[in-house]
């Protein structure tokens, strides 16, 4: 017996064993009954949510020999044929490598001889919206003409790519992606029939790593029951899909949140040792820390593919802490996530803003943070990366010819560095005139950009202090810039 993957093993097969799409199904089950279908549909959602396999369902229900029927016999030549992919008037195009007007007009061509089985010719074009425009024209010419008993699917994940034209001329069914604890269900129900055990924790680790796509879900867990058999438990999920466990990340937001800098650092530490990237590390915190700020202000509705035991962790690392504390430490480390994930050094950026977020509470109170905060620990990152950056390299480049350089060659770890520090001072230092403009500008713009520049200053100015009052507490910047 060849090896199936589960995305095929387990693919509905009937309208009703499509999950959390019923307004889909429910609505063609009563055309079918009502003899009221379509010529042409378009089937729009998230990739991995059933359209390709609702498409391929309305097609046996179209040609069962018992049909046209809402409910397939699936014992019927034309069924297991559909399910095979080997029916003869059902025909899958992915729009993306045929997406040009030969290939259109050949289907136009063809579309006008009638099913070579009697039934229904069916067209289920995959990625619709990666067609040409002449070939959506081509397409055009057969949806306002269709010949009888031809019936066009359109798959998208992107609608607004299909033009106005064709979308008239469709019926359109919005697919939805699917709520975690309906995956879960169907997950653990059809595992359960390979002698497959899943526990609760590791279902909802795939849950969440699906994004609502069952054919993403469906993926990990091949992966799973090659990695570590028919036992899966929430470690494995962690191991395979590089998940930063919830306690790890309790612990580091609880030594943020109770001014405990060192202690953060240590943690960072043996993350990496453990085999976390920096990246996975700040993403993982950022998602952790806006679920602290939900449990901590009581919207915990919000906190969704969680299971029992992290939401009780979270619950237990926000207990007393108040909701502006854990937004303003939420606020600086996304803010300097982009730092973190595209600078030079990530992690003395990671670092460094760790740092700086245990420390905002001691220099303002949590208070009254000023509004700026997101910025905070960009200007500090830079700031301390820069410093590293001039110690390790005295040699730099003048900055005339270091821009010279920086455009011959941008991949030089040289120049990577220089950049962080030409960032940081455009950031920090006052904004110099910026007489590169050509044109002579018209006298109102002038005003215009006059007001502009003075707003950006005094922004500047309100960051500087700021970063002024952060910096003092590093001894990092000094006061006099
Ligand atoms: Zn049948």
Sequence with gaps: MSYLVFARKWRPQTFSDVIAQEHVTQTLRNAIKTDRIG??????????????????????????????????????????????GGHFDVLEIDGASNRGIDEIRDLR???????????????????????????????????????????????????????ATILSRCQRFD????????????????ASKEGISINSDALTLVCRASGGSMRDALSVMDQLVSFSGKDINGESVSRLLGLVEADLLADISVAVLRSQGAIALDLVEDAL???????????????????????????????????????????????????????????????????????????????S??????????????????????????????AITKSEATEVDQELPTEQTEKTERDSDSSSDKT??????????????????????????????????????KDNNNEREKENSVVRKVSGLFDMIPENR
């Excluded at 975690?180 to 997950?187: F, K």
């Excluded at 915190?285 to 029992?308: M, P």
């Excluded at 760790?354 to 620990?377: M, Q």
């Design 109 to 163: 061509e063809k579309a006008r001889y009638t099913a070579a089985e009697g039934g229904y010719k069916i067209y289920i074009i995959d990625e619709v919206h990666m067609l040409t425009r002449e070939a959506f024209n081509a397409l055009l010419k057969i949806l306002e003409e269709p010949p009888d008993k031809v019936i066009f699917v359109f798959a998208t994940t992107e609608p607004r790519k299909v033009p």
């Design 39 to 84: 010529h042409a549909y378009l089937f729009t959602g998230p990739r991995g949510v059933g359209k390709t396999t609702t498409a391929r369902i309305l097609a046996k229900a179209l040609n069962c020999e018992t049909g046209p029927t809402p409910d397939p016999c699936m014992v019927c030549e034309a069924c297991k044929r559909i399910t095979a």
């Design 273 to 351: 040792v453990r085999g976390y990237s920096i990246e996975e590390l700040i993403d993982a915190l950022v998602g952790f820390l806006r679920n602290l700020l939900l449990a901590a202000s009581g919207a915990e509705k919000g906190i969704t593919d969680l299971s029992d035991s992290e939401i009780a962790l979270v619950r237990q690392t926000v207990a007393g802490v108040s909701d502006i504390h854990v937004l303003n430490v939420l606020r600086l480390l996304s803010g300097a996530t982009d730092q973190i994930r595209t600078g030079a050094s990530p992690r003395i950026s990671l670092e």
């Design 175 to 190: 697919f939805r992606r699917i709520p975690s604890s309906v995956m879960g269900t169907y997950i653990s129900d059809e």
């Design 353 to 382: 803003a760790l740092i700086t977020a245990s420390k905002l509470g001691i220099a303002f109170g949590f208070e009254d943070l000023p509004p700026v905060v997101e910025r905070v620990a960009v200007v500090a990152v830079k």
């Design 416 to 453: 990577a560095k220089s950049e962080g520090i030409k960032l940081e001072e455009s950031v920090v230092s006052p904004a110099p005139p910026q007489p590169v403009s050509v044109d002579t500008p018209e006298p109102e713009d002038e005003k215009k950009e006059v007001k502009n520049q």
